[in-house]
């Protein structure tokens, strides 16, 4: 029976982690570069809490 090769294993886990850390921030760049979308509550810019109730 062949031996594992734990090195190579360790080398693929380290890639993807790289990989993942690279696409998480790229994503969180993209979401601030981005104008807030339509209908969201940081766009309500009126200051008054909404009614309930109505």
Known sequence: MAKPNFEFQK????LEK?????EKKQRKLDRAAA?????SESADS???PAEPGL
């Open 11 to 14: 080398r693929q886990k380290e």
């Open 18 to 22: 790289k990989r993942k850390k690279e």
């Open 35 to 39: 104008p807030p979308a339509e209908g």
């Open 46 to 48: 009126t200051g008054t």
